[in-house]
T-cell receptor
């Protein structure tokens, strides 16, 4: 069975600085998708970024980028120029190629200090 | 554009009472639908998912059930709530195939007394 591990329960960063959140996963599949979701205090889950495993190029969305290391089964999220509004829980999620079910990690709480 | 509505936002129920949480999606047809539960400080646990009307898959044995009476309506129910059913419940929808993401509702905070 596939599993997703986020080893950092909490992280903090100063405004305008860069922070990296870690995520590793375990799978025997070669085709799959990876996602990062953000859950602010309002509790709504918001998609941050997605990555197809067959793509070697790392996904980027404005200040958010990923470091996808397929061989190492690692999918870290880098937030550049951190803003106060980035404070939230961040969840890494995995989806196999042939199903639509997401497997979530336990999350990393990110605090942003002014 | 597609939207997802989930209600109520907050619910306080006594142990042993029934439950009905509703989720509807607008602006799309034949979506996949999902119910998740999030315990305090934890990740999301998939409870049920549905690929069509009347088609429900249960991921974990529990005191809850789900139904999909219409294409864009997904209902989470219980006949008798337990204390352990407390939590934050999220409904989500997605398209099919590819790197389609799941889109989440605003959630329901359920407290059992």
């Amino acid at each position: 069975a596939q599993t997703v591990t986020q080893s950092q329960p909490e992280m903090s960063v100063q405004e305008a600085e860069t922070v990296t959140l870690s995520c590793t996963y375990d799978t025997s599949e070669s085709d799959y998708y990876l996602f990062w979701y953000k859950q602010p205090p309002s509790r709504q889950m918001i998609l941050v970024i997605r990555q197809e495993a067959y793509k070697q190029q790392n996904a980027t969305e404005n200040r958010f980028s990923v470091n996808f290391q397929k061989a190492a089964k690692s999918f870290s999220l880098k937030i550049s120029d951190s803003q106060l509004g980035d404070a939230a829980m961040y969840f890494c999620a995995y989806r196999t190629y042939n199903t639509d079910k997401l497997i979530f990690g336990t999350g990393t709480r990110l605090q942003v200090f002014p | 554009s597609q939207t997802i509505h989930q209600w109520p936002a907050t619910l306080v129920q006594p142990v042993g009472s029934p439950l009905s949480l509703e989720c509807t999606v607008e602006g799309t047809s034949n979506p996949n639908l999902y119910w998740y539960r999030q315990a305090a400080g934890r990740g999301l646990q998939l409870l049920f998912y549905s690929v069509g009307i009347g088609q429900i898959s249960s991921e974990v044995p529990q005191n809850l059930s789900a139904s999909r009476p219409q294409d864009r309506q997904f209902i989470l129910s219980s006949k008798k709530l337990l204390l352990s059913d407390s939590g934050f419940y999220l409904c989500a929808w997605s398209g099919r195939g590819g790197a389609v993401p799941q889109h989440f509702g605003d959630g329901t905070r359920l407290s059992i007394l």
